[in-house]
């Protein structure tokens, strides 16, 4: 935990939402202070970097990564996940429980958190499953869950489909001033989709579900908050047609947030072209007008996070037809240079999508993170904004490579990583 | 006569000028297999697999009968859906058979997509014969060469298609195959079987067969798989044949000279009344069978022809 001095950096404060050239000094693991003149004067810093004009900012918070441990680590474990994390300028993953088995009690959330601490070089926050194995039948221990570290509750891309299970939960949840993330999708409709339903996915020949269940989904969760007050987290709102329930539901003063994903920001779903199976997500990518409409929510504050929604998927379980093959894409180390094709594409200004990467996650999720407030946690990413580069897929730290982002120019990359004050990634 | 295709995917990647090729070259095959002497030598030396992931009767003899008739040696390789768990060892069945050195490789599957994904791993020229609900290339084909040979062309015609266009591969190749030759097209069918995104289809829908029929050249029945019969898509067979199957009363809005078309097999009394299917002035599905032998043979050789120049410019 050695103080740094950095100089010459373009600041980004997503809680100030500005921008500007100066210096930031760490000490003890902490930020210590930041300004644009010239630094203070400190106590003989142990290492002094020269940022050279390129941007710092606080470490990304990723809420909603896939780590394969326990059941798949032949996917990903923490070591991979960890470094792969922190290649990306992510500090602080926080962790799915659709693992196998789910992580669905204490005993297993503490093997997780003991494995993370072994094996990660950025912090690992654990979301715990709200029902057991999963399956929306009995809710787990959700008290105990949360004093062993579980920062929210969340059955994934499985919806709790019994309402009265779900009313239970978010009930009993708000009693532990928990937070419960949903996955607003109507489940039946949405059953076996595997694309967005339009001339595409009709020429393609694929089953698909419309925008509309997305609405459905969280039009029902909205009304179970209305009725239990709980806190709330849409884990991704990808269409037009779910936010204008999501405004209403903000503007009514329910304890809302809602996110969205990296790959439905930043691609469509004409992307799948020939049944590219490293294009297959959920909820699928959606047409391109959702696209535009989402990444303007994303700018406006309306959608509050940006995720990656990290996924590994070896080689085995992609190379299948498109309706067989696993969903998902790794985006740890994309995460980073894909948002930047906002930012250049003039969507969205970096304090705007480090608020959204970073500042709100943390909020949300009440951890000491995502700011360069002064005594706020060194956690921090140095990167260049601009750099152009061509993505390798089998140079990902992660165990496995099924990024959609192969093979294409991206813009932007991370040239170091810091972790409470210690460096955790140089670029090379 | 242009063909620049190293597979037969799907209608989707064929110019116009491409589809005339199979066509024209069908023609002369139509004339030979009306011979007594069938046997023509253009695939001889060849090997033809048909795999077929997905039952089939009549596809799999089309092709089957169009490769001997071609010359070359046909296996079939029947791999029941049940016995290959949903597709999981499709390229270690494409590269086993790849180690065999074939030449054509006819593969039908019950997912969209896995023939394209076979056709990336195999070094031979791969035809579609029917994936998912994606397309059927040689179904649209034959499907053209029949509409030509009882019009007299290919272009400029009123087309409807009928039933169950939502999941019908056969409705998705016709409806690319016949858009390029600059057809008028309507699709008619309950919105319950209609794909979504139709409306930027650049066709006419129709929810009424009466409506839809109107002045129609050619009326393309589908079939109604059985599985989609009750209460899911339908109410009943018998009201779907009340409101959509085909019968004289209805047919007799398409213009007086209009064919009909099905792709088989067919239900009849469900989507298609049965003394119409058999009537030789209206029905020509029995040429349909016939035209499907011979497209097969065209798309083979033209594929063949590909495949040897490509051979021989590697050599």
Known sequence: ?428 | MPFDQRHLLGIETLRPDEITSVLDLAEDYVALNRQSDKHADALTGLTQINMFFENSTRTQASFELAGKRLGADVMNMSVAASSVKKGETLIDTAMTLNAMHPDLLVVRHPHSGAVDLLAQKVNCAVLNAGDGRHEHPTQALLDALTIRRAKGRLHRLNIAICGDIAHSRVARSNLLLLGKMENRLRLIGPPTLMPSGISDFGVEVYDNMRDGLADVDVVMMLRLQKERMDGGFIPSEREYFHRYGLDADKLSHAKPDAIVMHPGPMNRGVEIDGTLADDINRSVIQDQVEMGVAVRMAAMDLLARNLRAHRAGAA
């Not at chain 1, 080689?315 to 980073?336: D, I, N, Q, W, Y």
Request: charged share 25%; net charge negative; glycine share 8%.
């Open chain 1, 1 to 428: 935990m050695s103080d740094v001095l950095f100089t010459n950096a373009r600041l980004i404060d997503p809680e100030a939402g500005t921008e500007f050239l100066g210096w930031l000094s760490v000490k003890g693991g902490r930020i210590a202070d930041h300004g644009n003149a010239h630094p203070h004067a400190i106590d003989e810093p142990a290492q002094v970097v020269d940022a050279g004009g390129k941007c710092l900012a606080p470490g990304i918070v990723d809420l909603g990564v896939k780590v394969g441990e326990p059941g798949e680590r032949h996917k990903e474990s923490y070591r991979s996940a960890g470094l792969a994390a922190a290649a990306g300028g992510v500090t602080t993953i926080v962790t799915r429980p659709d693992t196998d088995p789910t992580i669905d009690n204490p005993e297993t959330l503490e093997f997780v958190t003991r494995r993370a601490q072994e094996d990660s070089p950025v912090h690992v926050r654990p979301i715990a499953a709200l029902t057991k194995g999963r399956e929306g039948r009995e809710m787990t221990e959700i008290g105990f869950l949360k004093d062993a570290g579980a920062v929210a509750f969340s059955d994934c891309d499985h919806v709790v489909h019994n309402t009265k299970v779900l009313t239970r939960a978010l009930s009993y949840a708000r009693s532990c001033d928990a937070l419960v993330i949903g996955h607003p999708q109507e489940p039946e409709l949405s059953r076996g989709a595997s694309a967005t339903s339009g001339k595409f996915a009709s020429l393609r020949g694929l089953p698909a579900v419309s925008p509309m269940a997305e609405r459905m989904g969280i039009d029902r969760d909205i009304a179970l908050l209305e009725m239990t007050g709980a806190r709330y987290h849409a884990d991704q709102i990808t269409t037009a047609r779910a936010l204008p329930a999501l405004s209403r539901a903000k503007a009514n003063g329910l304890d809302i947030t809602a996110g969205t994903s990296i790959h439905h920001v930043t691609l469509n779903e004409l992307d799948v072209a020939d049944y590219r199976t490293f294009f297959k997500v959920t909820p699928p990518l959606r047409s391109e007008d959702d696209r535009l409409a989402v990444v303007d929510a994303l700018r406006d504050g309306l959608i509050d996070i940006l995720s990656s929604m990290h996924t590994p998927q070896d080689e085995e379980s992609k190379r299948l037809p498109f309706e067989a093959a696993a969903s998902g894409a790794v985006a740890l180390e994309t995460f980073l240079p894909a948002a930047l094709r906002l930012y250049h594409a003039g969507h969205l200004d970096l304090p705007q999508l480090f608020r959204a990467m970073a500042l709100n996650p943390a909020r949300r999720l009440g951890l000491d993170a995502g700011t360069i407030a002064p005594g706020a946690p060194a956690d921090l990413v140095l990167f260049d904004a601009d750099v152009p580069f061509v993505l390798d897929r089998f140079k990902l730290r992660s165990k496995s490579k099924n990024t959609p982002f192969d093979g294409q120019r991206m813009q932007g990359r991370v040239l170091g990583t810091w972790v409470a004050g210690t460096r955790v990634y140089e670029a090379t």
